[in-house]
C-alpha cells in the first residue's frame, strides 16, 4: 500500500507490503466483529488507512494536520501496524 521497491520492484522486498497488509487485515477484522456484534457507538468511529509511511508519516501526518487545522475532536486512537 505504501512502498513498493524501485530495484526490483515484482522479486524485491516492500517495507509496507508486510506491514500494511496485516495492520489492513486486523482493521478490517476489527470492523466485521463491531458490526456483527450490532456496535451502535455514542461517537462516530473512523477507520482509516494510510499510504506514505516510510516516506515520513505522509499519509497520517496529513490527516492529523487537517484535523487540527479543523478543530475535529478525537476521542481516542487505535493503530494497527505491524501486527502480524
Do not use: C
Not at 522479486?11 to 486486523?26: E, H, L
Amino acid at each position: 500500500m505504501d512502498s513498493v521497491n524501485g530495484a526490483s520492484p515484482t522479486t524485491g522486498r516492500s517495507p509496507g507490503a508486510d506491514d500494511n497488509g496485516t495492520g489492513t487485515v486486523n482493521l478490517i477484522e476489527a470492523f466485521r466483529a463491531l458490526a456483527k456484534a450490532g456496535f451502535a457507538p455514542k461517537y462516530p468511529v473512523e477507520f482509516h488507512w494510510y499510504s506514505g509511511e516510510e516516506g515520513g508519516l505522509l499519509g497520517s501526518g496529513d490527516i492529523s494536520s487537517t484535523y487540527s487545522d479543523e478543530g475535529v475532536q478525537v476521542k481516542a486512537m487505535m493503530q494497527l501496524d505491524m501486527t502480524g
